[in-house]
């Protein structure tokens, strides 16, 4: 596995694409690959983006590639989408978005189903960045769907954040509320030349005007017009990448970069530790049929959920039974 | 935890676009049997399939051909897998072509297996499985 790595890192696209698919099914030994890469990590600049689905962020994202490797960037994208909770399958469809740049070898775009296991999303999304950041890409961004729980973790590891809007989908306001206010370093509206554009613009303004910003950067909002205007579209997507450029410059500059990596590393501190201990005691109790007796107990109303876990945690931590990871 | 779903690239070539079988295959291969399925689009290159195949890290790529090109399309899509060290990446293909060329292909060890017009999902993810069962070089063999 950890040849793996030693591969990934010398830009080969098979061994770099099984290390992450490695990563995402949990394959034994994939942690001595991430071991081996880490410590040439954190070069690449991780640009976040979100939004609604539909909200355009695959077309943009391809637009972006454009404007980066114009700009002698190489690039590599993480698309994350859904996976059905119902069936565990997934269709993954941004790729379809990106096509022109599928011979660039500059570019590595790579699909990621959500796949639902607690925490494990943003895990997997945080191990693929050190995979493309040790191919030596120069920008990874990081594609995903909506703004749940999930997305906010995933969010943690960018260091620039882009909330993508578009107008008439009614739920402007209703975004700006949930969350994303906070987490925009960058708001782009898409889709600039339809109806209520303008209105979209003024409440995204407005909502601005009343946040407060202490770090002392501004989210700027830019707006781009439609694909079927190409020359247009790349202008706008243009200004776009020279304000994430702006941003990054200001975070080196100001010192939220520092902050922003605390905040990453802290992360990922919860996510292995997730995976080292929660993981293997839920499996061992999963096995030995225990857990299902404790969800009996708990619909009996037996047991309450807290007793239990305190049960757990004094089988397991206490005796150090299942520490010997 | 311990879930490996396949992974499985569909993909149209040339100026082929009748995408109605791909795109319903796609969907059941999502929706009956949990598997994580990227559709490339139509009017690829067969150099940008391989690619997406390849950074996808995907166990199978089924080609949907209705333009009648099989006999070239096939060959050479397995040339150029196999140019990229891709040899374990199984290929399929759907859509409407003569027995003879299904025959052929098939026999010849280029396609695991053709999927016509009429083919159950179940039936394909099926045979899917066992392809990846038979196959059992596992993820880390590599």
């Known amino acids: 596995?950890?040849?793996?790595?030693?591969?990934?890192?010398?830009?080969?696209?098979?061994?770099?694409?099984?290390?992450?698919?490695?990563?995402?099914?949990?394959?034994?030994?994939?942690?001595?690959?991430?071991?081996?890469?880490?410590?040439?990590?954190?070069?690449?600049?991780?640009?976040?983006?979100?939004?609604?689905?539909?909200?355009?962020?695959?077309?943009?994202?391809?637009?972006?590639?454009?404007?980066?490797?114009?700009?002698?960037?190489?690039?590599?994208?993480?698309?994350?989408?859904?996976?059905?909770?119902?069936?565990?399958?997934?269709?993954?469809?941004?790729?379809?978005?990106?096509?022109?740049?599928?011979?660039?070898?500059?570019?590595?775009?790579?699909?990621?189903?959500?796949?639902?296991?607690?925490?494990?999303?943003?895990?997997?999304?945080?191990?693929?960045?050190?995979?493309?950041?040790?191919?030596?890409?120069?920008?990874?961004?990081?594609?995903?769907?909506?703004?749940?729980?999930?997305?906010?973790?995933?969010?943690?590891?960018?260091?620039?954040?882009?909330?993508?809007?578009?107008?008439?989908?009614?739920?402007?306001?209703?975004?700006?509320?949930?969350?994303?206010?906070?987490?925009?370093?960058i708001f782009v509206i898409n889709k600039a030349d339809r109806e209520g554009a303008a209105r979209l613009h003024k409440e995204t303004l407005s909502m601005l005007q009343m946040g407060k910003f202490e770090n002392g950067w501004i989210p700027p909002i830019v707006s781009v017009e439609s694909v079927s205007e190409p020359i247009s579209f790349a202008q706008s997507v243009g200004v776009l990448t020279d304000k994430i450029d702006e941003h990054y410059q200001y975070l080196i500059k100001s010192n939220i970069l520092a902050t922003r990596s605390h905040r990453k590393a802290t992360a990922e501190?919860?996510?292995?530790?997730?995976?080292?201990?929660?993981?293997?005691?839920?499996?061992?109790?999963?096995?030995?049929?225990?857990?299902?007796?404790?969800?009996?107990?708990?619909?009996?109303?037996?047991?309450?959920p807290y007793s239990l876990a305190e049960l757990v945690a004094e089988k397991y931590l206490i005796s150090h039974d299942c520490l010997k990871v | 935890m311990g879930n490996k779903p396949m992974r499985v690239l569909l993909a149209k070539t040339g100026l082929d676009s009748h995408d109605r079988g791909i795109r319903l295959v796609a969907r059941g291969l999502r929706d009956e049997c949990g598997m994580e399925v990227i559709f490339t689009g139509l009017y690829r290159s067969l150099e940008e399939i391989v690619e997406a195949a390849l950074q996808e890290d995907v166990d199978i790529v089924g080609l949907g051909v209705h333009t009648g090109r099989e006999m070239e399309l096939f060959p050479r899509l397995r040339e150029l897998l196999d140019a990229r060290d891709a040899q374990d990446i199984i290929l399929i293909g759907g859509g409407v072509m003569p027995q003879m060329h299904r025959t052929s292909l098939k026999e010849s060890g280029l396609v695991m297996e053709i999927f016509g017009p009429g083919s159950s999902v179940r039936t394909i993810a099926e045979v899917l499985r066992q392809v990846i069962t038979a196959k059992q070089t596992g993820i880390d063999a590599l």
């Open chain 1, 269 to 304: 501190i919860y996510e292995s530790l997730r995976a080292a201990i929660l993981a293997p005691i839920l499996d061992d109790l999963a096995a030995n049929g225990e857990l299902e007796l404790m969800v009996q107990k708990i619909m009996k109303r037996e047991l309450d």
């Open chain 1, 1 to 185: 596995m950890e040849e793996l790595g030693k591969r990934a890192m010398a830009g080969d696209v098979r061994a770099a694409s099984r290390l992450i698919r490695n990563m995402e099914d949990n394959m034994p030994g994939t942690e001595a690959a991430i071991k081996h890469i880490f410590p040439f990590t954190g070069k690449a600049h991780v640009i976040g983006i979100t939004g609604s689905p539909g909200a355009g962020k695959s077309t943009l994202t391809d637009e972006m590639i454009a404007s980066y490797r114009n700009k002698d960037k190489t690039v590599g994208v993480m698309a994350v989408d859904p996976t059905s909770p119902f069936t565990g399958g997934a269709l993954l469809g941004d790729r379809i978005r990106m096509q022109r740049h599928a011979e660039d070898t500059g570019v590595f775009v790579r699909s990621m189903a959500t796949r639902g296991a607690m925490g494990g999303l943003s895990k997997a999304v945080g191990d693929g960045i050190h995979v493309l950041d040790v191919m030596g890409k120069d920008v990874i961004i990081v594609e995903t769907v909506g703004v749940g729980q999930q997305e906010v973790e995933i969010i943690n590891h960018a260091h620039t954040i882009i909330v993508v809007l578009v107008p008439g989908m009614g739920d402007e306001v209703q975004a700006l509320k949930a969350g994303l206010m906070e987490i925009a370093d």
